[in-house]
């Protein structure tokens, strides 16, 4: 069955402390891999994904992942967070064809709580 | 903003009645998925629908059904609500077919609350 593991529920870091957010995939077949982020009162919304190509990919604000295939992992990076980073992020699938192309896994998402 | 309108933001039904959800989706998308979210948990696929037809169905039981209109809006409909339908209702619209991004475009969500 096709799941996404998301390892930390609540990260508290303080400005400038590196970020990175574990995410682990379980699916057959052809993935794409994305990473959401819901700012406090704001809706959904896309922080970066991968397709295919380059296993590193950067996305908005500073933020990149990286895929690697062997590990079934997309973790997420950023080097120096800021307070405007507090949001909740969450990892998400598809499969890469077809009709799965916009059935989305999502995983359970992790706060990130930066302190100024 | 992403250009999705969700209706009601909040209601709050008791059990056995039904509720009707509805989304307006971003100029141009012609596919509209709806998820639900319970809290603490992350956004689960119900289905989608792609050019009014339903293309793609979650683990959610016949009582949730849906509609999608030729200017591909669309509704979520539950019947015989149940205290565990407690949650936020997203939807999210997307270009599908050819050209598709695989981006999905959130909507602010309704919030169910069944007692």
């Known amino acids: 069955a096709q799941s996404v593991s998301q390892h930390n529920h609540h990260v508290i870091l303080s400005e400038a402390a590196s970020l990175e957010l574990g995410c682990n995939y379980s699916y057959g077949g052809t993935v794409n891999l994305f990473w959401y982020v819901q700012y406090p009162g704001q809706h959904l919304q896309l922080l970066l994904k991968?397709?295919?190509?380059?296993?590193l990919v950067k996305g908005i604000k500073g933020f990149e992942a990286e895929f690697i295939k062997s590990k079934f992992s997309f973790n997420l990076r950023k080097p120096s967070v800021q307070w405007s980073d507090t949001a909740e992020y969450f990892c998400a699938v598809n499969g890469g064809l077809g009709n799965n192309f916009n059935k989305f896994y999502f995983g359970s998402g992790t706060k990130l709580n930066v302190k100024p | 903003e992403t250009g999705v309108t969700q209706s009601p933001t909040h209601l709050i039904k008791t059990r056995g009645q039904q509720v009707t959800l509805r989304c307006s989706s971003q100029?141009?998308?012609?596919?509209v998925s709806w998820y639900q979210q319970a809290l603490g948990q992350g956004p689960q696929f119900i289905f989608q629908y792609y050019r009014e037809e339903e293309n793609g169905r979650g683990n959610f039981p016949p009582r949730f059904s849906g509609l999608q209109f030729p200017n591909y809006s669309s509704e979520l409909n539950v019947n015989a609500l149940e205290l565990d339908d407690s949650a936020l209702y997203l939807c999210?619209?997307?270009?599908?077919?050819?050209?598709?991004?695989?981006?999905?475009?959130f909507g602010e969500g309704s919030r169910l609350t069944v007692l």
């Open positions: 991968y397709f295919s190509g380059d296993p």
């Open positions: 100029s141009g998308h012609n596919t």
């Open positions: 999210a619209s997307s270009l599908g077919g050819q050209g598709a991004s695989g981006e999905l475009f």
